[in-house]
T-cell receptor
Framework: DVKVTQSSRYLVKRTGEKVFLECVQD?????MFWYRQDPGLGLRLIYF???????EKGDIPEGYSVSREKKERFSLILESASTNQTSMYLC????????????FGQGTRLTVV | KQEVTQIPAALSVPEGENLVLNCSFT??????LQWFRQDPGKGLTSLLL?????REQTSGRLNASLDKSSGRSTLYIAASQPGDSATYLC?????????????FGQGTTLQVKP
Protein backbone atom coordinates (compact mmCIF):
# COMPACT_ATOMS: atom_id res chain seq x y z
CA ASP A 1 0.00 0.00 0.00
CA VAL A 2 1.09 3.51 -0.76
CA LYS A 3 1.91 5.45 2.36
CA VAL A 4 2.07 9.23 2.64
CA THR A 5 3.03 10.29 6.14
CA GLN A 6 2.85 13.76 7.59
CA SER A 7 5.08 14.32 10.59
CA SER A 8 2.41 15.71 12.92
CA ARG A 9 -1.37 15.42 13.27
CA TYR A 10 -1.65 18.52 15.43
CA LEU A 11 0.67 21.49 15.91
CA VAL A 12 0.37 24.66 17.95
CA LYS A 13 2.86 27.42 17.17
CA ARG A 14 3.30 31.05 18.14
CA THR A 15 3.07 34.00 15.80
CA GLY A 16 6.43 34.74 14.20
CA GLU A 17 7.84 31.24 14.65
CA LYS A 18 9.40 29.38 11.74
CA VAL A 19 7.37 26.22 11.18
CA PHE A 20 8.31 23.08 9.28
CA LEU A 21 5.71 20.61 8.05
CA GLU A 22 7.17 17.38 6.76
CA CYS A 23 5.73 14.87 4.32
CA VAL A 24 7.27 11.55 3.38
CA GLN A 25 6.09 9.04 0.78
CA ASP A 26 7.35 5.52 0.27
CA UNK A 27 6.44 4.85 -3.37
CA UNK A 28 9.14 6.71 -5.30
CA UNK A 29 6.57 9.23 -6.57
CA UNK A 30 7.93 12.11 -8.63
CA UNK A 31 5.13 14.58 -7.91
CA MET A 32 4.32 15.94 -4.47
CA PHE A 33 1.86 18.62 -3.43
CA TRP A 34 0.97 20.78 -0.44
CA TYR A 35 -2.59 22.01 0.04
CA ARG A 36 -4.37 23.89 2.77
CA GLN A 37 -8.01 23.31 3.52
CA ASP A 38 -10.29 25.90 5.08
CA PRO A 39 -14.05 25.86 5.63
CA GLY A 40 -15.86 27.42 2.71
CA LEU A 41 -12.68 27.66 0.61
CA GLY A 42 -11.97 23.99 -0.06
CA LEU A 43 -8.50 22.69 -0.87
CA ARG A 44 -6.12 25.27 -2.27
CA LEU A 45 -2.74 24.40 -3.76
CA ILE A 46 0.21 26.08 -2.05
CA TYR A 47 3.20 24.53 -3.83
CA PHE A 48 3.99 21.43 -5.79
CA UNK A 49 7.14 19.65 -6.84
CA UNK A 50 7.38 17.53 -9.95
CA UNK A 51 10.78 16.07 -9.10
CA UNK A 52 13.70 16.41 -6.71
CA UNK A 53 14.74 20.05 -6.26
CA UNK A 54 12.00 21.16 -8.66
CA UNK A 55 9.11 23.25 -7.40
CA GLU A 56 6.31 25.41 -8.68
CA LYS A 57 4.05 27.87 -6.99
CA GLY A 58 0.43 26.96 -6.62
CA ASP A 59 -2.45 29.34 -6.13
CA ILE A 60 -1.55 30.69 -2.67
CA PRO A 61 2.26 30.56 -2.16
CA GLU A 62 2.56 33.80 -0.21
CA GLY A 63 4.07 33.27 3.23
CA TYR A 64 5.26 29.75 2.40
CA SER A 65 8.31 28.09 0.93
CA VAL A 66 9.15 24.46 0.20
CA SER A 67 12.12 22.15 0.06
CA ARG A 68 12.59 18.90 -1.82
CA GLU A 69 16.14 17.67 -1.37
CA LYS A 70 15.22 13.98 -1.57
CA LYS A 71 12.58 12.32 -3.67
CA GLU A 72 10.63 10.89 -0.76
CA ARG A 73 10.41 14.07 1.33
CA PHE A 74 8.64 17.36 0.66
CA SER A 75 8.76 20.03 3.34
CA LEU A 76 6.50 23.05 3.71
CA ILE A 77 8.02 26.00 5.55
CA LEU A 78 6.18 28.89 7.13
CA GLU A 79 8.92 31.49 7.41
CA SER A 80 7.12 33.57 10.03
CA ALA A 81 3.85 32.00 11.12
CA SER A 82 0.79 34.21 11.30
CA THR A 83 -2.68 33.57 12.68
CA ASN A 84 -4.16 33.51 9.17
CA GLN A 85 -2.09 30.42 8.48
CA THR A 86 -4.11 28.45 11.00
CA SER A 87 -5.51 25.67 8.84
CA MET A 88 -5.51 21.99 7.91
CA TYR A 89 -2.49 21.19 5.74
CA LEU A 90 -2.60 18.20 3.42
CA CYS A 91 0.25 16.59 1.52
CA UNK A 92 -0.23 14.41 -1.57
CA UNK A 93 1.99 12.45 -3.92
CA UNK A 94 1.70 10.63 -7.25
CA UNK A 95 3.76 9.30 -10.11
CA UNK A 96 4.26 11.77 -12.92
CA UNK A 97 2.43 9.63 -15.44
CA UNK A 98 -0.94 11.30 -15.90
CA UNK A 99 -2.98 8.12 -15.63
CA UNK A 100 -1.94 7.51 -12.01
CA UNK A 101 -3.88 8.46 -8.91
CA UNK A 102 -2.88 10.78 -6.10
CA UNK A 103 -2.54 9.67 -2.48
CA PHE A 104 -2.91 11.89 0.54
CA GLY A 105 -1.46 11.99 4.01
CA GLN A 106 -3.56 12.19 7.15
CA GLY A 107 -3.30 15.96 7.42
CA THR A 108 -1.73 18.35 9.93
CA ARG A 109 -3.99 20.67 11.88
CA LEU A 110 -1.87 23.77 12.53
CA THR A 111 -2.97 26.41 15.00
CA VAL A 112 -0.99 29.66 15.20
CA VAL A 113 -1.62 31.63 18.39
CA LYS B 1 -8.41 29.10 -15.27
CA GLN B 2 -9.80 25.69 -14.36
CA GLU B 3 -12.63 25.80 -11.85
CA VAL B 4 -14.35 22.81 -10.28
CA THR B 5 -17.82 23.00 -8.77
CA GLN B 6 -19.70 20.42 -6.74
CA ILE B 7 -23.44 20.43 -6.24
CA PRO B 8 -25.08 20.08 -3.80
CA ALA B 9 -22.87 21.34 -0.97
CA ALA B 10 -24.69 19.10 1.50
CA LEU B 11 -27.06 16.18 1.22
CA SER B 12 -29.02 14.17 3.78
CA VAL B 13 -30.69 10.91 2.80
CA PRO B 14 -32.25 7.92 4.58
CA GLU B 15 -30.32 4.68 4.64
CA GLY B 16 -30.80 2.49 1.59
CA GLU B 17 -31.36 5.29 -0.88
CA ASN B 18 -29.42 5.55 -4.13
CA LEU B 19 -27.86 8.95 -4.67
CA VAL B 20 -25.88 11.01 -7.15
CA LEU B 21 -23.21 13.61 -6.44
CA ASN B 22 -22.30 16.08 -9.16
CA CYS B 23 -19.00 17.62 -10.22
CA SER B 24 -18.46 20.09 -13.07
CA PHE B 25 -15.32 21.66 -14.46
CA THR B 26 -14.83 24.60 -16.79
CA UNK B 27 -11.91 23.44 -18.94
CA UNK B 28 -12.29 20.07 -20.66
CA UNK B 29 -8.51 19.71 -21.16
CA UNK B 30 -8.04 17.36 -18.23
CA UNK B 31 -5.93 14.22 -17.91
CA UNK B 32 -8.12 12.49 -15.38
CA LEU B 33 -10.70 13.01 -12.66
CA GLN B 34 -10.47 11.53 -9.20
CA TRP B 35 -13.13 11.15 -6.51
CA PHE B 36 -12.09 11.23 -2.86
CA ARG B 37 -13.73 10.69 0.48
CA GLN B 38 -12.82 12.71 3.57
CA ASP B 39 -13.93 11.90 7.11
CA PRO B 40 -14.01 14.77 9.62
CA GLY B 41 -10.53 15.91 10.62
CA LYS B 42 -8.84 13.32 8.43
CA GLY B 43 -6.96 13.16 5.14
CA LEU B 44 -8.40 12.19 1.76
CA THR B 45 -9.00 8.63 0.65
CA SER B 46 -9.04 7.90 -3.06
CA LEU B 47 -12.26 6.24 -4.24
CA LEU B 48 -12.14 6.18 -8.03
CA LEU B 49 -9.93 7.48 -10.80
CA UNK B 50 -11.32 8.03 -14.32
CA UNK B 51 -8.97 8.67 -17.20
CA UNK B 52 -9.93 11.35 -19.73
CA UNK B 53 -10.52 8.65 -22.34
CA UNK B 54 -12.89 6.65 -20.12
CA ARG B 55 -16.61 7.07 -19.57
CA GLU B 56 -16.98 5.37 -16.20
CA GLN B 57 -15.38 3.42 -13.38
CA THR B 58 -16.94 1.16 -10.78
CA SER B 59 -15.86 0.02 -7.35
CA GLY B 60 -18.35 -1.91 -5.26
CA ARG B 61 -21.41 0.29 -4.66
CA LEU B 62 -19.73 3.28 -6.28
CA ASN B 63 -19.91 4.22 -9.93
CA ALA B 64 -18.32 7.33 -11.37
CA SER B 65 -19.00 8.67 -14.85
CA LEU B 66 -17.19 11.27 -16.90
CA ASP B 67 -18.42 13.39 -19.80
CA LYS B 68 -15.36 15.40 -20.66
CA SER B 69 -16.91 17.36 -23.50
CA SER B 70 -19.64 18.77 -21.26
CA GLY B 71 -17.31 19.14 -18.27
CA ARG B 72 -19.26 16.88 -15.94
CA SER B 73 -18.77 13.90 -13.67
CA THR B 74 -21.17 12.10 -11.37
CA LEU B 75 -20.59 9.78 -8.43
CA TYR B 76 -23.40 7.30 -7.95
CA ILE B 77 -23.69 5.57 -4.58
CA ALA B 78 -26.02 2.61 -4.47
CA ALA B 79 -27.88 1.46 -1.37
CA SER B 80 -26.38 4.11 0.89
CA GLN B 81 -25.30 3.21 4.44
CA PRO B 82 -24.61 5.33 7.54
CA GLY B 83 -20.92 4.51 7.09
CA ASP B 84 -21.00 6.42 3.79
CA SER B 85 -21.46 9.67 5.73
CA ALA B 86 -18.47 11.84 4.83
CA THR B 87 -17.44 14.66 2.54
CA TYR B 88 -16.91 13.67 -1.09
CA LEU B 89 -14.48 15.66 -3.20
CA CYS B 90 -13.76 15.55 -6.90
CA UNK B 91 -10.49 16.74 -8.41
CA UNK B 92 -9.28 17.13 -11.99
CA UNK B 93 -5.69 16.74 -13.10
CA UNK B 94 -5.02 19.75 -15.26
CA UNK B 95 -1.89 21.24 -16.83
CA UNK B 96 1.11 19.77 -18.60
CA UNK B 97 1.99 16.09 -18.60
CA UNK B 98 4.90 16.63 -16.20
CA UNK B 99 3.43 19.25 -13.95
CA UNK B 100 -0.24 18.49 -13.85
CA UNK B 101 -2.00 19.96 -10.83
CA UNK B 102 -4.96 18.52 -8.98
CA UNK B 103 -7.72 21.10 -8.75
CA PHE B 104 -10.51 20.42 -6.29
CA GLY B 105 -14.15 21.19 -5.93
CA GLN B 106 -15.40 22.29 -2.53
CA GLY B 107 -17.01 18.99 -1.78
CA THR B 108 -20.44 17.54 -0.97
CA THR B 109 -21.07 16.62 2.65
CA LEU B 110 -23.25 13.54 2.81
CA GLN B 111 -25.22 12.38 5.79
CA VAL B 112 -26.93 9.00 5.63
CA LYS B 113 -29.49 8.57 8.40
CA PRO B 114 -30.20 5.13 9.85
Amino acid sequence: DVKVTQSSRYLVKRTGEKVFLECVQDMDHENMFWYRQDPGLGLRLIYFSYDVKMKEKGDIPEGYSVSREKKERFSLILESASTNQTSMYLCASKWSRVWTEAFFGQGTRLTVV
Amino acid sequence: KQEVTQIPAALSVPEGENLVLNCSFTDSAIYNLQWFRQDPGKGLTSLLLIQSSQREQTSGRLNASLDKSSGRSTLYIAASQPGDSATYLCAVLHGSSNTGKLIFGQGTTLQVKP
